[in-house]
């Protein structure tokens, strides 16, 4: 089983920056397990949708649109972590902001991943 814990969330002005991490653990956690990893987001009365996904390497990156050219996400498989750098913050980038792991193939399908974190909350002010 793996158990992922999201950190970094907070309250944050318009244009400012914030770095979200994402440590995995537990008996059966390795870099294959953990596979293809996402970062996704949920604000109030909306679904949750994906925002960045690291392939198991590292090497390859996806990013929704209202993402690309802002976030930068990065994986440390010797710590079992994940990171989503988000800059020039706005505030329809508030939401809470899940991790998700498991996935063997690059999806933005949440479906796809097999283990997810409790989530960190993002407000970004005017």
């Known amino acids: 089983q793996v158990q992922l814990v999201e950190s970094g969330g907070d309250l944050v002005q318009a244009g400012g920056s914030l770095r979200l991490s994402c440590a995995a653990s537990?008996?059966?956690?390795?870099?294959?397990?953990?596979?293809?990893m996402g970062w996704f987001r949920q604000a109030p009365g909306k679904e949750r949708e994906f925002v960045a996904g690291?392939?198991?390497?590292?090497?390859?990156?996806s990013y929704a649109d209202s993402a690309k050219g802002r976030f930068t996400i990065s994986r440390d498989n010797a710590k079992y972590t994940v990171y989503l750098q988000m800059n020039t913050l706005q505030p329809e980038d508030t939401a809470v902001y899940y991790c998700?792991?498991?996935?063997?193939?690059?999806?933005?399908?949440?479906?796809?991943?097999?283990?997810w974190g409790q989530g960190t909350q993002v407000t970004v002010s005017s």
């Open positions: 690291v392939s198991r390497t590292g090497v390859s990156t």
């Open positions: 537990g008996r059966t956690v390795s870099t294959y397990t953990m596979g293809y």
């Open positions: 998700a792991a498991g996935s063997t193939y690059q999806t933005m399908d949440l479906s796809s991943y097999r283990y």
